[in-house]
């Protein structure tokens, strides 16, 4: 009978803001939101010759085809609207302030006799210009929600049919 496992637990990245970090995050965001406005361009593009083909044959579905393509145009821009205004909340970070920028995975060891509660302790890394400056132990894993994470990941959740 085995008398350690090894379990994951999430990691909260914190960073505290300067002027370097709100200059990396405004041109992240307006990566994402150029890789966007690729998508809907290259989805008009393919679309257009393929709807104007199916009309000869199918009429009916080529105007169903034509709804599908609309709809997942609005949600590319739903998505770029989200990103810009992001971008906009960067603008308005005061410096030296804490932004979570994400999460990542660690691993910890329980061993028979551990406390659990101290086992699952978040943790968080703090950076400052991407150098490590502090780690903390908080009680309980906390998650960050969406609405506390500064980063432009709307982009890579948003993919083509």
């Not at 002027?19 to 994402?32: I, P, S, T, V």
């Not at 593009?45 to 709804?67: E, F, N, P």
């Not at 994400?102 to 086992?119: F, R, Y």
């Not at 302790?121 to 903390?136: A, N, S, Y």
Request: hydrophobic share 35%.
């Amino acid at each position: 009978m085995p008398d350690a496992v090894t379990i994951k637990r999430d990691v909260i990245l914190r960073a505290i803001v300067t002027e370097q970090l709100k200059e990396d995050l405004d041109a992240e965001f307006g990566r994402a939101v150029d890789e966007i406005d690729q998508q809907i361009t290259r989805l008009d593009i393919g679309a257009r010759q393929y709807v104007t083909d199916l009309q000869r044959s199918d009429i009916q579905q080529a105007m169903a085809v034509r709804q599908q393509i609309e709809g997942e145009k609005r949600r590319l821009q739903q998505g770029k609207d989200e990103l810009i205004q992001r971008r906009r909340q960067v603008e308005g970070l005061e410096v030296g302030a804490e932004i979570i920028r994400g999460t990542i995975e660690s691993h910890t060891e329980l061993k028979v006799g551990d406390n659990l509660q101290t086992a699952l302790r978040g943790i968080e890394v703090v950076l400052k210009d991407d150098e490590v400056v502090e780690i903390r132990e908080t009680e309980g894993g906390i998650v960050p929600t969406p609405e506390e994470e500064v980063a432009p990941e709307v982009a890579s959740e948003i993919e083509l049919p």
